[in-house]
């Protein structure tokens, strides 16, 4: 019995110290974006938050357009990002890219999860085969291809290639293998076309699966660095992780409670979806890592 | 016969409509620029004067440019750090994870090793690099506060590509975890049953019972990981841009350093190649090894 | 009229024959159950009929009416699925609906058409609820008010009961034949239960291996069986079988079982009797035909061993061995001994049945006063 209880409390003990080792960054992220910039580097470290600089957040967020005090420079540009244009650029992007998955997604994937045609196996071992090919080793072209289209340095360029998603075809036709053949018969018994099958059976049934791709989706591309760094030269057409480099670049190490409140607010949409998509989000990412 | 013909012409047509899409965008995104990445690595081409023929030459250069090497070098061992790591607290904590009852605990503590995942590794990075620096970090703070005394984390040359480990790994560590929760509740009861009435305890019960049982999720987190790891970009670029010197510089950065900064698309393209070998095989490993080895069933 | 006829159906599927030749009249508002074994063909036969799959030879006619390159939804025929096949993620308004609203019917007529159905069925309460917060029993009845409400010219079954608990599946079987009797639309119903079959059907299709083995009305399948396969198939618990020769001892001819047991040959043979001699046979009789020793001419008393005793409450099975075979009797509670006694049955001849053990099909007999 002694054993046991000293098991569970060194298993205690275990969790505990990397649930800090997590958390606690995290805290310090927040704690110090809400204090003075000059303090920002202070030892020992303050964990909890001491005062509350929300100046530094409307310097994250305004100061490109205006002066402390008030007046409105345009984008004639202090030492600072865009921030709001990131925002708007980023939400643009995983919008439109979200958008685009399911709907493209849910259309190959029901194609291979439920109709017969010529070639079908070789597509779909083709799909699988591309899954593996990772982005960064097909970028030169891509960057090629989207400068010859004088799609670079635009949003365009960011959500178009990312919308055919080998992965999120897989995955949809997961969710269609699910939803039982009957429901077929049924629908052509009771005299649908092939169309309205698909439509107002198979597509809203396969929901659950289309939320999982979108969260997955939403959140890559929210935090997605490497294709905006290489794709998007000017600053108010970055996405917030380039922004967010931009920022701490800019300040250097003078100031990082800005920095650090542009992290805070950069990962607010993500923690939203954290929040209510959770589970989501595990099962899309143990398929996505069980398949590439 | 006609009836069920045409049926599955209908069929087959709308396939077409739903798949061309997306296969269309496959072909051009992906399947394509891999297929041109390799005819570009046989070619010198800095985007603005034409095409010149290379045949094997990149590659025989690449063998004799010390970055190249020292690229790939870096990349593969901060993968084998990286897989090594994760596993290992991915391991244990799924193992601690057994021992708590209370199924909100569980949850919170899930919660909690998620958490990263859902961040960007750019703004990751970014704080991370505040927590390591060396005169006003707050690990070595703590570091000199037990004696240890300082480390230059990001600095020096030895410590560096240990600290992406260590950024990297606190990320993705969520990952790990659930694939060994996973192969944890795959074990049979018995097996564990069987063991204590054999007397196993403490280590010889995780190295006899537990390891050998969930090998096949130790081994797929690996694959997968290593997978993972060698495309690794972000952690290494916006901690230290690749140094001091060319400690912290991993492949894809070496590519991106040199196609869109040095504009040698065709060099750039070699390292692709050699990148994506290096994935291919172990895809293949995976693939295959995958099939074999398994323990139970 | 909605009559229907299939004509040399037959179905192969990668060289394997499913469906073999069939052939059967269906009247108009005939309620006809196929019934058979798992893998006999009769739901890929309702299938063909239904148009969700093709046939390799023959004819479907649906009022008059060459079907075969017809596509299912213009065949005016309804099916029923086994597992129902609602749509989950519509109400059981929409499900009932949909059929009507996808041919383009009017709102109002719809409507009042949903309602109509839903009265039959008992489903004015439920129109607004999903499948999920439904019972089986609620959801079976969305099935058939899918199937009701297009006013088809047939409705086909397919094992639309297998699903439901013992008890909820004979309290459907009742609904099912109120429902025929209201609408009498003709039903093709296709069931693996030979009682649900007996119960329900006008007239049944016995199936096996593709081909059909016998078609009739329930009593009439149940008292003649023409093969082996239907004697044994109709009916629970199923029909003794015991090889016997057919022997003549003086005038007399008698059924031989073994060197113990000898029957007189019973009267619907007579005709034939001399026929009989010297041909490889087996005796079969129904259990319910095996009792408790009742007083009557036609009757042979015989002692047997009890094997094994299955009380059923309203009759005892008594499990004996006769002639090397299980055999199995139906006898009054009151009647029935204690397993490893001696027990005196008693026979009713004229319910017995002979099989040619070369052809396997019954003997046809005669003079069935």
Same mark, same amino acid.
């Given at each position: 019995?002694?054993?046991?209880?000293?098991?569970?409390?060194?298993?205690?003990?275990?969790?505990?110290?990397?649930?800090?080792?997590?958390?606690?960054?995290?805290?310090?992220?927040?704690?110090?974006?809400?204090?003075?910039?000059?303090?920002?580097?202070?030892?020992?470290?303050?964990?909890?938050?001491?005062?509350?600089?929300?100046?530094?957040?409307?310097?994250?967020?305004?100061?490109?357009?205006?002066?402390?005090?008030?007046?409105?420079?345009?984008?004639?540009?202090?030492?600072?990002?865009?921030?709001?244009?990131?925002?708007?650029?980023?939400?643009?992007?995983?919008?439109?890219?979200?958008?685009?998955?399911?709907?493209?997604?849910?259309?190959?994937?029901?194609?291979?999860?439920?109709?017969?045609?010529?070639?079908?196996?070789?597509?779909?071992?083709?799909?699988?085969?591309?899954?593996?090919?990772?982005?960064?080793?097909?970028?030169?072209?891509?960057?090629?291809?989207?400068?010859?289209?004088?799609?670079?340095?635009?949003?365009?360029?960011?959500?178009?290639?990312?919308?055919?998603?080998?992965?999120?075809?897989?995955?949809?036709?997961?969710?269609?293998?699910?939803?039982?053949?009957?429901?077929?018969?049924?629908?052509?018994?009771?005299?649908?076309?092939?169309?309205?099958?698909?439509?107002?059976?198979?597509?809203?049934?396969?929901?659950?699966?289309?939320?999982?791709?979108?969260?997955?989706?939403?959140?890559?591309?929210?935090?997605?660095?490497?294709?905006?760094?290489?794709?998007?030269?000017?600053?108010?057409?970055?996405?917030?992780?380039?922004?967010?480099?931009?920022?701490?670049?800019?300040?250097?190490?003078?100031?990082?409670?800005?920095?650090?409140?542009?992290?805070?607010?950069?990962?607010?949409?993500?923690?939203?979806?954290?929040?209510?998509?959770?589970?989501?989000?595990?099962?899309?990412?143990?398929?996505?890592?069980?398949?590439? | 016969?006609?009836?069920?013909?045409?049926?599955?012409?209908?069929?087959?047509?709308?396939?077409?409509?739903?798949?061309?899409?997306?296969?269309?965008?496959?072909?051009?995104?992906?399947?394509?620029?891999?297929?041109?990445?390799?005819?570009?690595?046989?070619?010198?081409?800095?985007?603005?004067?034409?095409?010149?023929?290379?045949?094997?030459?990149?590659?025989?250069?690449?063998?004799?440019?010390?970055?190249?090497?020292?690229?790939?070098?870096?990349?593969?061992?901060?993968?084998?750090?990286?897989?090594?790591?994760?596993?290992?607290?991915?391991?244990?904590?799924?193992?601690?994870?057994?021992?708590?009852?209370?199924?909100?605990?569980?949850?919170?503590?899930?919660?909690?090793?998620?958490?990263?995942?859902?961040?960007?590794?750019?703004?990751?990075?970014?704080?991370?690099?505040?927590?390591?620096?060396?005169?006003?970090?707050?690990?070595?703070?703590?570091?000199?506060?037990?004696?240890?005394?300082?480390?230059?984390?990001?600095?020096?040359?030895?410590?560096?590509?240990?600290?992406?480990?260590?950024?990297?790994?606190?990320?993705?560590?969520?990952?790990?975890?659930?694939?060994?929760?996973?192969?944890?509740?795959?074990?049979?009861?018995?097996?564990?049953?069987?063991?204590?009435?054999?007397?196993?305890?403490?280590?010889?019960?995780?190295?006899?019972?537990?390891?050998?049982?969930?090998?096949?999720?130790?081994?797929?987190?690996?694959?997968?990981?290593?997978?993972?790891?060698?495309?690794?970009?972000?952690?290494?670029?916006?901690?230290?841009?690749?140094?001091?010197?060319?400690?912290?510089?991993?492949?894809?950065?070496?590519?991106?350093?040199?196609?869109?900064?040095?504009?040698?698309?065709?060099?750039?393209?070699?390292?692709?190649?050699?990148?994506?070998?290096?994935?291919?095989?172990?895809?293949?490993?995976?693939?295959?090894?995958?099939?074999?080895?398994?323990?139970?069933? | 009229?909605?009559?229907?006829?299939?004509?040399?159906?037959?179905?192969?599927?990668?060289?394997?024959?499913?469906?073999?030749?069939?052939?059967?009249?269906?009247?108009?508002?005939?309620?006809?159950?196929?019934?058979?074994?798992?893998?006999?063909?009769?739901?890929?036969?309702?299938?063909?009929?239904?148009?969700?799959?093709?046939?390799?030879?023959?004819?479907?006619?649906?009022?008059?009416?060459?079907?075969?390159?017809?596509?299912?939804?213009?065949?005016?025929?309804?099916?029923?699925?086994?597992?129902?096949?609602?749509?989950?993620?519509?109400?059981?308004?929409?499900?009932?609906?949909?059929?009507?609203?996808?041919?383009?019917?009017?709102?109002?007529?719809?409507?009042?058409?949903?309602?109509?159905?839903?009265? !039959?069925?008992?489903? *004015? #309460?439920?129109?607004?609820? +999903? $499948? &999920? @917060?439904?019972?089986?029993?609620?959801?079976?009845?969305?099935?058939?008010?899918?199937?009701?409400?297009?006013?088809?010219?047939?409705?086909?079954?397919?094992?639309?009961?297998?699903?439901?608990?013992?008890?909820?599946?004979?309290?459907?079987?009742?609904?099912?034949?109120?429902?025929?009797?209201?609408?009498?639309?003709?039903?093709?119903?296709?069931?693996?239960?030979?009682?649900?079959?007996?119960?329900?059907?006008?007239?049944?299709?016995?199936?096996?291996?593709?081909?059909?083995?016998?078609?009739?009305?329930?009593?009439?399948?149940?008292?003649?069986?023409?093969?082996?396969?239907?004697?044994?198939?109709?009916?629970?618990?199923?029909?003794?079988?015991?090889?016997?020769?057919?022997?003549?001892?003086?005038?007399?001819?008698? !059924?031989?079982?073994? *060197? #113990?047991?000898?029957?007189? +040959? $019973? &009267? @619907?043979?007579?005709?034939?009797?001399?026929?009989?001699?010297?041909?490889?046979?087996?005796?079969?009789?129904?259990?319910?035909?095996?009792?408790?020793?009742?007083?009557?001419?036609?009757?042979?008393?015989?002692?047997?061993?009890?094997?094994?005793?299955?009380?059923?409450?309203?009759?005892?099975?008594?499990?004996?061995?006769?002639?090397?075979?299980?055999?199995?009797?139906?006898?009054?509670?009151?009647?029935?001994?204690?397993?490893?006694?001696?027990?005196?049955?008693?026979?009713?001849?004229?319910?017995?049945?002979?099989?040619?053990?070369?052809?396997?099909?019954?003997?046809?007999?005669?003079?069935?006063?």
């Amino acid at each position: 019995m002694n054993r046991i209880n000293g098991n569970v409390i060194a298993s205690y003990l275990y969790l505990v110290f990397f649930a800090l080792i997590i958390l606690l960054p995290l805290l310090w992220v927040v704690s110090t974006s809400l204090r003075l910039p000059v303090e920002s580097y202070s030892l020992p470290p303050k964990w909890l938050p001491t005062d509350f600089m929300w100046e530094n957040y409307w310097e994250v967020l305004f100061s490109y357009y205006y002066e402390r005090d008030g007046t409105f420079v345009g984008s004639q540009a202090s030492a600072n990002v865009p921030f709001p244009h990131l925002m708007l650029n980023s939400f643009i992007v995983c919008f439109f890219v979200t958008i685009g998955q399911v709907f493209f997604c849910s259309f190959a994937g029901y194609a291979f999860a439920r109709l017969a045609f010529p070639g079908k196996t070789a597509l779909f071992w083709f799909v699988m085969a591309t899954m593996m090919i990772p982005l960064q080793v097909t970028i030169i072209p891509i960057y090629v291809l989207l400068s010859k289209l004088g799609l670079t340095d635009s949003l365009t360029g960011l959500i178009l290639p990312a919308i055919p998603s080998a992965f999120g075809t897989f995955l949809m036709r997961q969710y269609y293998l699910r939803i039982p053949s009957a429901l077929e018969e049924a629908m052509i018994m009771d005299g649908a076309s092939q169309w309205q099958v698909f439509w107002r059976v198979f597509f809203p049934l396969a929901t659950p699966g289309m939320v999982v791709l979108a969260i997955l989706a939403f959140n890559y591309h929210w935090n997605e660095f490497f294709r905006p760094l290489i794709l998007i030269s000017t600053d108010t057409t970055f996405t917030v992780p380039l922004g967010i480099v931009a920022l701490r670049d800019y300040k250097m190490t003078g100031s990082i409670s800005v920095v650090l409140a542009g992290i805070v607010i950069s990962m607010i949409p993500a923690l939203i979806i954290y929040l209510f998509g959770q589970k989501h989000l595990v099962e899309g990412i143990l398929t996505g890592s069980v398949k590439g | 016969m006609l009836n069920i013909a045409s049926l599955k012409k209908t069929k087959a047509r709308l396939a077409l409509l739903f798949v061309a899409p997306t296969m269309l965008g496959i072909l051009a995104f992906t399947a394509g620029p891999i297929a041109f990445s390799f005819i570009l690595s046989l070619f010198y081409w800095d985007v603005l004067s034409p095409m010149k023929f290379a045949g094997l030459s990149h590659y025989n250069y690449l063998l004799q440019d010390d970055v190249a090497v020292t690229t790939l070098k870096n990349t593969i061992y901060f993968a084998v750090m990286v897989v090594i790591l994760q596993n290992i607290i991915g391991f244990s904590l799924a193992m601690a994870v057994r021992n708590v009852a209370n199924k909100y605990f569980r949850y919170f503590f899930r919660s909690v090793f998620f958490l990263p995942l859902v961040m960007s590794g750019a703004t990751v990075s970014v704080f991370m690099a505040y927590f390591f620096n060396t005169d006003f970090g707050i690990v070595n703070y703590y570091l000199e506060l037990v004696g240890i005394g300082s480390v230059r984390w990001l600095t020096s040359t030895q410590m560096v590509l240990v600290t992406t480990v260590l950024v990297y790994a606190w990320q993705h560590i969520g990952i790990t975890f659930i694939l060994f929760l996973g192969g944890f509740a795959s074990i049979p009861e018995e097996v564990i049953v069987a063991a204590d009435i054999d007397g196993l305890t403490g280590w010889r019960k995780i190295f006899y019972i537990y390891v050998p049982m969930v090998s096949p999720t130790i081994f797929f987190s690996s694959v997968i990981g290593f997978i993972h790891a060698v495309q690794v970009f972000d952690h290494p670029y916006i901690l230290t841009r690749g140094g001091p010197g060319d400690a912290n510089r991993t492949a894809v950065m070496y590519i991106y350093e040199k196609a869109f900064q040095d504009l040698e698309f065709g060099y750039g393209s070699t390292l692709a190649i050699i990148l994506f070998l290096i994935i291919l095989i172990a895809t293949i490993l995976q693939f295959y090894v995958q099939k074999k080895w398994v323990f139970y069933e | 009229m909605a009559n229907v006829r299939l004509v040399g159906l037959t179905k192969k599927f990668d060289g394997n024959t499913v469906v073999d030749n069939v052939d059967v009249d269906i009247e108009h508002g005939e309620f006809i159950v196929l019934v058979g074994p798992s893998g006999c063909g009769k739901s890929t036969t309702l299938r063909m009929i239904a148009g969700l799959e093709d046939m390799t030879e023959g004819k479907i006619m649906i009022s008059d009416r060459t079907v075969n390159l017809i596509q299912p939804k213009d065949r005016d025929v309804a099916m029923v699925f086994q597992n129902y096949a609602l749509y989950p993620h519509m109400n059981v308004y929409k499900n009932i609906s949909i059929s009507l609203s996808m041919r383009g019917v009017d709102k109002t007529e719809i409507d009042k058409r949903v309602k109509e159905t839903a009265a !039959i069925l008992g489903l *004015e #309460n439920l129109l607004y609820r +999903l $499948p &999920k @917060q439904l019972s089986g029993g609620q959801r079976q009845r969305v099935a058939m008010g899918r199937a009701i409400v297009r006013q088809p010219a047939v409705f086909l079954f397919d094992e639309p009961l297998s699903n439901l608990d013992a008890k909820l599946r004979v309290q459907m079987r009742t609904e099912i034949k109120k429902i025929h009797q209201r609408v009498s639309t003709t039903i093709i119903y296709v069931t693996h239960d030979q009682t649900e079959a007996m119960t329900l059907a006008d007239r049944i299709v016995v199936m096996n291996e593709g081909k059909i083995e016998q078609i009739g009305a329930p009593q009439d399948i149940y008292d003649h069986p023409k093969t082996k396969f239907v004697a044994s198939f109709i009916g629970s618990p199923s029909m003794n079988f015991v090889g016997c020769e057919v022997v003549k001892k003086g005038h007399s001819y008698f !059924i031989k079982l073994d *060197e #113990n047991v000898m029957i007189p +040959l $019973p &009267k @619907q043979y007579h005709a034939e009797k001399d026929a009989l001699l010297d041909r490889d046979l087996e005796f079969g009789f129904r259990p319910e035909h095996v009792t408790e020793p009742r007083s009557s001419v036609d009757r042979h008393k015989f002692n047997v061993t009890v094997d094994v005793l299955e009380p059923l409450g309203n009759d005892t099975m008594v499990y004996f061995t006769l002639a090397g075979r299980s055999c199995c009797a139906r006898v009054s509670p009151e009647y029935a001994a204690e397993a490893g006694r001696g027990i005196e049955l008693d026979l009713d001849f004229a319910k017995v049945h002979l099989l040619d053990g070369v052809t396997n099909r019954i003997v046809p007999a005669y003079n069935n006063a």
